[in-house]
């Protein structure tokens, strides 16, 4: 597994990269977010571990031009705990956040949970979920719609699937943070409600009205075949 590493901190991108490579990851690591975005188009990585504030390009900026071409897990490392700033970053296709400073052994947690994801680990393997135009090849981890493919991000693409297996349940925001996410992001729900509506404009055709992400006004979210 590769992993990309980008801080401007140069002492905390050494410990991060000593830790992760003592895991049995090959790091490869960088102090900005041009580099990283240059670095991500070069090279292919499972991973990419991406602060938020960076000199020149911002981890934010940066985020949203490798979501033009990658679709790979970003992990974003943050100084800042308000809400706000961590709904930006998955707004613009981070996959998760660490408030700085953090414990190292949270960090990798969270990264083997993402890469486990990534790779299907707790997926069916073999079957093609399909709704009218939309369907999702869980072997390819794709998307399509109306016979293009759709990129989307590796929480979205766990939580269409958890969605699509089990058509008409509702789950509550809670419910979606657990399963999908894996823990709770005390107060940080709203989470949900970003991925939900990035589903929807990609995957529906009329996102404010949509066929299949369905809202249960008070408690959750549901999908309709």
Known sequence: MRVLVVDDEKPLVKGMKFNLENEGYEVECAYDGAAAVELAREGRFDLIILDLMMPELDGLEACMRIREFSNVPIIMLTAKSEDADKLMGFECGADDYVTKPFNILELKARARALLRRAAGVQRSRGSLLTAGDLS?????????????????????????????????????????????????????????????????????????????????????????E
């Open 136 to 224: 999702l090849d869980t072997e390819a981890r794709v998307a399509v719609r109306e016979g293009e493919t759709v990129d989307l991000t590796a929480k979205e693409y766990d939580l269409m699937e958890l969605l699509m297996r089990n058509p008409r349940r509702v789950y509550s925001r809670e419910n979606l943070m657990n399963v999908v996410w894996g823990y709770s992001y005390a107060g940080d729900y709203r989470t949900v409600d970003v991925h939900i509506r990035r589903l929807r404009e990609k995957l529906e055709k009329n996102p404010a009205e949509p066929d299949h992400i369905m809202t249960k006004w008070g408690v959750g979210y549901y999908f309709k």
